[in-house]
């Protein structure tokens, strides 16, 4: 479920992550309010300023009322706009009336960017199917934002438009003035029409939100709200046309390693693309890439994974954030899921799936590629008529080889990566009114293996499908969704056998009974439900239940992201809200919840609660705390392959706080402390962040990390003896991780900025206590474990450990020593110039550097020298594209 309260930014209560427009009319019920559109009959130039004879000719608009804080109440400060349009576009001014314009906010950053300034955003139903909505922001320094609403309460913020606006202070408070091209908007062809209609004021230095048409804090609907402008008539929508070509250059320095036969220390980086966007019809548009360049994307940040489960990274490329919300299909309850779902855009371009070394275990040297190359890819989306809403998207990429050398100095290229085609089909019917939805999803991956010798390690095909829907009843309070998938796969029995090894399946555990390993099977076939009924909408008493059902064959990673199946989960929840605003407190929200789980056999996995409180003060701090609680666990997983493992019970508590957003200077701090008495397991973790407003065009941002703890159970290896007996070897695990993340902001002009962003990360784990597993099942503690004592262990000089498991003469089992000291820093800044509306050139200068070692000890000096004497790579790029609209 999605609060409405993800909707504030920086400032007290800024919905920029989803706002509106609005035209008004005297207060009324949410959606209720209606506004008249004028034919333009004069000049309207976008200067900040209404004088023009085209405004006068428009009737003004007010009748705001408070979203925040004091819902419902008329606004402490005015607001009026008027609404013109012609052939070409849609005309927007705002009057915001201000008793104290000297205190008007306007702070200068690069555009999209959200800030403590005051705010107009004027949203745009132009399907007025009340679930998709175009928003378009301005502040009082004339910086723009826009976004993307679509499922009537999510936001694509990467959704960008190319139109004008300008704004203006003077001694009755400021104006904003839009003009939007129709060629932006989607809209049917018919000759009377009604658009939806949302406007938000946000004032900075009071943290006060008002509205055009009601919009309450209480639900989460945001596009089903908006009010209608009336009289949008005889308007053609066309076929647009967009063209962006783009070229690079520039040069990588590489440190090279003695006798690297691959590597140059200093190469070339020439390229050129072109992205294409067409209007297939009035509602519906194609947009394709041609060797797409994403070098001014900042770098992931730095992480340590011992876990078997893979890193979820978010998706930062251009291409695949922007308009590709129609495809998104989420397999979340209650949070981000992890970044689960049937579609993860990050699949497309990955790195590949092997090494030369994994292809040529001969080799010496080896060169890899970092990613895979994007032949192409092409998207169609938009409405089709009746309250459709369709898409499809489809990409290419290459055959990507490695170099390698053996050691007898012969050199060849050897396939790490097949060439593969990815596709995804998306339709949704809207009922109800928006009301009511009906989704459907298809996913394919396909993988030319002939030739290569990657058939044992991936699939040649793999497939997913859902169907989801969701439904809204009671007066909007309540609502009820859900999401039936499935998947399939099909490759060599060697590549289903690896699936089904993998940590999200385990179908080798020698106590799942349940599941059926197969050394032969060719495809493996699986599905999943998510379900959910609640009051989610109810002003003060929430309420809602779900659940979530995988079954132990569900693969979606061919395209997708999933970290398990084998899985069946009940859960219920229950909050609390006020948000009348006192003397002490704005608001302030309770929320708890009780879940059970288990696999299919079915055996209970475990079960557990929450509770946390939030709460913002009148002074626009906020707080929050909570606390979790897990109890009766069992983990199939601990031991990747083994038994599994009877968990010790284990506490969570949080405790956050954060101070005025509105300020030149605001900070926020997150502690969150876990524990498992039984096994004295136990990690903290902090983080902060330090905003500093030092100019109103210089931000700077600290975010300081530190995650310190013990884990008397940290997996090391699965070995075998002489006698092919299992051996799973643990070992206490002290690990310190600390990062300090710097981001800043200098911006010349709404056009003109510069952003620097910087990462050093470090991170250490030492080993003692080494153990395999003995009786997992065990109640003692201590029975679960058998320690090794010291008369059993022995070390090489390569730090190579050696384990006598038996008491007898010799060593059974060997492994390397897992004691780790991993430092590394990222960095990348960027200029951007959008030297025309749409067209932009950017300097991007990246930089990273790392270093490592295995003694597992935290010594911050230390590492920070290391750090500073290791050798870095630079790439050094200019980028430059135009802009072409027909």
Same mark, same amino acid.
């Given at each position: ?524 076939? /699986? $599905? =999943?439900?998510?379900? #959910?009924? &609640? !009051? +989610? %909408?109810?002003?003060? *008493?929430?309420? @809602? ?78 707080? /929050? $705390? =909570?606390?979790?609680? #897990?109890? &009766? !666990? +069992? %983990?199939?997983?601990? *031991?990747?392959? @083994? ?79 002489? $006698? ?163």
């Amino acid at each position: 479920m999605v609060s409405p309260s993800v909707l504030r930014c920086a400032g007290p209560s800024l919905a920029l992550l989803t706002a509106l427009v609005a035209v008004a009319a005297p207060a009324h019920g949410a959606g209720d309010v209606h506004t008249q559109a004028s034919r333009r009959v004069g000049d309207v130039t976008i200067d900040g300023v209404l004088d023009d004879a085209g405004w006068q000719a428009a009737t003004p608009t007010r009748g705001f009322v408070q979203r925040f804080p004091d819902e419902g109440k008329p606004p402490t400060e005015d607001t009026e706009f008027r609404v013109v349009y012609d052939d070409e576009a849609l005309y927007v001014g705002v009057r915001a009336f201000d008793d104290h314009p000297d205190q008007i906010r306007g702070l200068l950053t690069r555009r999209d960017q959200q800030s403590a300034s005051d705010w107009i955003l004027v949203g745009v139903d132009s399907y007025h199917d009340r679930r998709t909505a175009f928003v378009f922001g301005l502040n009082p320094v004339g910086v723009q934002l826009d976004r993307l609403l679509f499922n009537d309460h999510e936001a694509d913020d990467s959704w960008d438009a190319v139109w004008s606006g300008a704004a203006s202070v003077d001694d009755q408070g400021w104006v904003a003035e839009l003009r939007i091209p129709l060629s932006q908007l989607r809209f049917s062809g018919h000759e009377h029409q009604q658009w939806g209609l949302q406007l938000v004021r946000s004032v900075a230095r009071t943290g006060e939100e008002s509205t055009w048409s009601p919009w309450p804090r209480s639900g989460d609907q945001i596009v089903s709200v908006f009010g209608t402008l009336d009289d949008v008539d005889d308007v053609t929508p066309g076929r647009r046309v967009e063209i962006l070509p783009y070229m690079t250059a520039g040069v990588a320095a590489t440190p090279v390693d003695e006798g690297d036969p691959f590597t140059h220390d200093v190469a070339p980086r020439l390229g050129a693309g072109l992205d294409v966007r067409y209007g297939l019809t009035s509602s519906l548009t194609l947009t394709g890439t041609i060797n797409p360049d994403f070098g001014q994307v900042e770098a992931d940040p730095s992480q340590v994974n011992l876990s078997a489960q893979e890193l979820f990274f978010a998706e930062k490329r251009p291409f695949f954030l922007e308009g590709t919300d129609i495809f998104r299909y989420g397999l979340a309850q209650g949070g981000d899921g992890g970044g689960e779902g049937l579609f993860y855009s990050r699949r497309i371009g990955a790195a590949p799936h092997a090494y030369g070394s994994d292809v040529d275990p001969d080799a010496e040297w080896e060169a890899n590629p970092i990613g895979t190359t994007i032949y192409g890819a092409a998207k169609v989306g938009g409405k089709v008529g009746r309250g459709w809403t369709v898409g499809a998207l489809e990409a290419v990429t290459a055959e990507e080889t490695a170099r390698v050398q053996d050691p007898g100095g012969a050199k060849r290229r050897v396939i790490v990566e097949p060439l593969t085609n990815y596709a995804v089909l998306r339709a949704l019917k809207d009922l109800r009114g928006g009301k009511s939805q009906l989704n459907a999803i298809v996913t394919a991956t396909n993988r030319r293996l002939d030739g290569t010798d990657l058939a044992g390690l991936l699939h040649d095909q793999g497939y997913a499908a859902g169907l989801d829907g969701t439904h809204r009843f009671g007066h909007d309070q309540w609502s009820t969704s859900f999401k039936a998938y499935g998947s399939y796969v099909h490759g060599t029995a060697d590549a289903i056998l690896a699936d089904k090894h993998e940590i999200r399946h385990l179908f080798q555990r020698p106590d799942a009974t349940h599941l059926h390993l197969d050394p032969g099977a060719t495809s493996m076939s /699986g $599905a =999943g439900l998510l379900w #959910d009924v &609640g !009051r +989610w %909408n109810h002003p003060r *008493l929430p309420f @809602g239940v779900g659940g979530d059902v995988r079954s132990p064959g569900l693969e979606l990673n061919d395209l997708g992201f999933q970290h398990g199946g084998d899985t069946i989960s009940q859960w219920v929840w229950a909050g609390y809200r006020d948000n009348r605003p006192g003397d002490v407190l704005l608001e302030w929200s309770l929320e708890s919840n009780v879940w059970v789980f288990s696999d299919f056999e079915p055996r209970i996995g475990g079960y557990g609660g929450n509770t946390n409180v939030n709460a913002t003060f009148a002074n626009y701090w906020h707080a /929050g $705390a =909570g606390i979790n609680v #897990d109890l &009766g !666990r +069992w %983990n199939p997983g601990l *031991l990747r392959g @083994g038994p599994r493992y009877h968990a010790e019970d284990g506490r969570n508590g949080w405790i956050s706080v954060g101070t005025d957003g509105r300020k030149a200077v605001s900070a926020n701090l997150n502690v969150n402390y876990g524990w498992r008495p039984i096994s004295d397991s136990w990690n903290s973790n902090v983080n902060a962040s330090l905003d500093i407003q030092a100019r109103s065009n210089v931000d700077v941002s600290l975010g300081p990390s530190l995650s310190y703890g013990y884990e008397d159970h940290q997996y090391v290896d699965e070995l075998a003896d002489a $006698a092919d007996r299992s051996h799973y070897v643990f070992a206490r695990l002290h690990q310190v991780i600390a990062a300090l993340t710097l981001r800043t902001s200098w911006t010349f002009t709404p056009e003109l900025s510069v952003q620097l962003y910087a990462q050093p990360f470090i991170a250490t784990g030492g080993y003692t206590e080494y153990k395999e597993a003995a009786d997992t099942y065990a109640d003692a503690y201590d029975d679960r474990w058998r320690v090794y004592g010291a008369d059993q262990l022995m070390t090489d000089a390569d730090g190579n450990i050696y384990v006598d498991t038996d008491g007898a003469a010799g060593a059974d089992i060997a492994f390397g020593r897992p004691d780790f000291d991993f430092r590394e820093l990222r960095s990348t800044l960027v200029a951007r110039w959008e030297y025309r509306p749409g067209s932009t050139v950017f300097f991007i200068w990246s930089h990273g550097r790392s270093s490592d070692d295995d003694s597992g000890d935290f010594r911050l000096g230390h590492d920070l020298r290391a750090l500073a004497d290791a050798r870095g790579e630079n790439l050094v790029m200019v980028k430059a594209n135009f802009w072409v609209g027909i």
